[in-house]
């Protein structure tokens, strides 16, 4: 591997030009005519009636398959570009026009499952059952199953077109509030005006007094702009509760649960498991408290490292560190990320006017992803990096699948991500080379258990409330602030000192509108890699196949089912969530007993 790599990514290999790619333009015009020609095709279908007709559908179902593959390549691309620079309008006018294609692409497909929703039963069986058709046979079982969902294909259609400026506009606003939030810094005696992805790089100092002002900035930025974040999310939000309505639905979890492959009975155990161990992990907050000399942790105290030393960690090293960790538990895994590495597949570039967060986004046409982030350094940096490449190598695996089985949804795509961040927090510990370096890395472990158990939960209790009473007028901005505390306070056990009231309009997952409730799949990820972790532990290296195996069929089975083929448990039962969370509270244990000295 090369010892200077590069922090930015290649985009050139996709479509040359940025935003101004005259490739990508005839890509995208290409892409619509398609979409219309396959309209025009898919309008005059009938529903077949016998086994021998559906043959008939064979080349239709190659063409969706190959349309949906592009947009999911010029979706990857254009989303690529406006996270590089939010001052590029040319990327928002390209994510606008993808938009209007992809709702014109999504009124075809709305018809299409009318006609499987309109076939009959026995024809549908045989027809799932004939060997061209069998290896996508779960998913377009599954879209049959959605369409009897929904209104009439006519009117998912107007609703797709009616969102291009409803729906989703409000949610490309957003983008364009963040790119205008500032934040002020203090810093060798003068003052800086960080983007909000650069301070938030800064909430997580070691030094006590510069993590208070930026909490206090970082709030104080976003509650000059609350009024636009409650105006985008209350219409968001409302938009949402008006298609339901209009679909019959009364439950706003039904679509994110079904997003997910997930029943309502595993996500309340899920919940259940964890609220009922959250004591040891309260535990945990009050000594890091008692370690950071305050009486109780702040909001901004919760992800702060309790060394005393503010070293980086270099970009190069990071790099060589993950892959060496991930070859300790699958070759394959670690010639992904040399390979990701190496092809300038990931920016990571620290310097203003780039979007907050990080991600993974897959490009299927050329069998590449790129990875987003902001690196300057930081322990949890490399965790995010380690992430993304999880995710990154989720994609890999399903490669070679047909495109409808590569549909996985984000709870098991964030199982392989915490899974890959996992193999890098736990090889660390352990090779710890002093106590209070073991003490320093296994706090930072824990860390990612406090985040899943008790933010992202605050995040679900917020939103849960937050759809219930939208549904009864708009929310002042002060509103969503008592919300969001009450729902922090609930989550943390009441083990905090000061809050954030304004997360709600910091946070981006709740502007998504891809996948509604952008929270709870988060947790079930990180625990479920937990219970697939221990079991790798257990059973060495042969469960790097395994491994393997469980990540190629995430995309045509429900979570059950893929517990019950793979691990042989049922996630309906706490049983599995227990067994998983107690890796994490064996941590929490050794922490306490390590740090005793600190009561």
């Known amino acids: 591997m090369s010892s200077r790599l590069r922090q930015t990514w290649d985009l050139e290999t996709i479509f040359p030009g940025g935003s101004s790619s005259s490739e990508f333009d005839t890509f995208l015009k290409q892409l619509s005519a398609d979409v219309d020609a396959l309209k025009e095709r898919v309008e ?45 309008q040319k990327a928002g006018q390209l994510s606008a026009r993808v938009g209007s294609i992809r709702a014109r692409w999504q009124s075809v497909v709305a018809t299409f499952d009318s006609v499987l929703q309109n076939t009959e039963d026995t024809v549908w069986e045989a027809w799932m059952k004939r060997d061209a058709v069998a290896p996508v046979s779960f998913n377009l079982s599954e879209s049959r199953s959605q369409a009897r969902d929904k209104m009439t294909p006519e009117l998912e259609s107007l609703a797709l077109s009616l969102s291009v400026d409803g729906y ?107 609220t009922d161990n959250k004591p040891i992990f309260v535990e ?18 919760v992800d702060a490292p309790i060394g005393e030393s503010e070293s980086k960690i270099a970009y190069d090293d990071a790099a060589d560190l993950i892959t060496s960790q ?34 993974c986004t897959a490009l299927p046409l050329t069998k590449e992803t790129r990875i987003f982030m902001t690196y300057s350094g930081t322990a949890s940096n490399v965790s995010t990096l380690a992430h993304e490449l ?28 915490t899974f890959a961040e996992m193999i890098v927090a736990d090889s660390l510990v352990k090779k710890a080379a002093t106590e209070e370096e073991k003490i320093v890395l296994l706090e930072d472990k824990i860390q990612r258990s406090i985040a899943f158990f008790m933010n992202i939960h605050a995040r679900f209790l917020f939103e849960t409330r937050f759809y219930e009473k939208r549904r009864t007028g708009l929310l002042t901005p002060q509103d969503l602030s008592d919300l969001m505390v009450e729902a922090q306070k609930e989550a943390y056990c009441g083990v905090l000192g000061d809050y954030h009231p304004h997360f709600w309009a910091s946070k981006l997952h709740f502007y998504n509108t891809g996948v509604p409730f952008y929270n709870f799949p988060y947790t079930f990820g990180y625990l479920f890699s937990t219970g697939i972790y221990a079991r790798a532990q257990q059973e060495g290296t042969g469960f790097a196949d395994k491994y393997d195996a469980l990540l190629l069929d995430t995309g045509r089975m429900t979570v059950e089912e893929l517990a ?10 706490p049983d599995f969530w227990q067994a998983a969370i107690d890796v994490s509270a064996a941590d929490v244990r050794l922490f306490l007993d390590m740090t005793t000295s600190h009561k």
Request: proline share 3%.
């Open 390 to 417: 999880g995710h990154g190598y989720h994609q890999h695996v399903m490669d070679e699948l047909p495109t409808f089985s590569q549909r996985y949804a984000m709870n098991v795509a964030e199982t392989a991500s």
């Open 564 to 573: 019950s083929k793979h691990l042989g448990v049922d996630l309906t039962q």
């Open 284 to 301: 945990y907050l009050k000594r890091k408290a008692q370690m950071l000399n305050t009486k109780k942790l702040g909001w901004h105290d």
């Open 168 to 274: 989703q506009g409000w949610s490309s606003f957003y983008n364009t509030i963040v790119r205008h939030v500032r934040v002020k810094f203090e810093e060798n005696g003068e003052t800086q005006l960080l983007s909000a992805a650069q301070a938030a790089n800064k909430l997580g100092s070691t030094d006590p007094k510069k993590r208070e002002e930026m909490g206090r900035n970082w709030e104080q930025a976003w509650t000059d702009v609350e009024d636009y974040c409650a105006d985008t999310l209350n219409h968001l939000a409302g938009f949402r509760l008006a298609l339901y309505e209009k679909r019959g639905w009364d439950n706003v979890l039904r679509e994110p649960l079904e997003i997910n492959r997930m029943s309502d009975k595993t996500l309340d155990t899920m919940w259940q498991v964890i």
């Open 44 to 88: 005059h279908l009938q529903p077949p009636t016998t086994v021998e007709e559906t043959e008939a559908f064979d080349p239709i179902f190659a063409e969706v398959q190959d349309v949906s593959a592009r947009f999911r390549q010029s979706g990857a691309f254009v989303s690529c570009l406006s996270a590089q620079d939010q001052n590029d």
């Open 326 to 359: 991930f070859r300790s538990f699958s070759p394959r895994m670690a010639d992904f990320a040399q390979r990701a590495f190496e092809n300038n597949w990931i920016e990571a570039e620290d310097r203003a006017g780039k979007r907050p967060g990080g991600f």
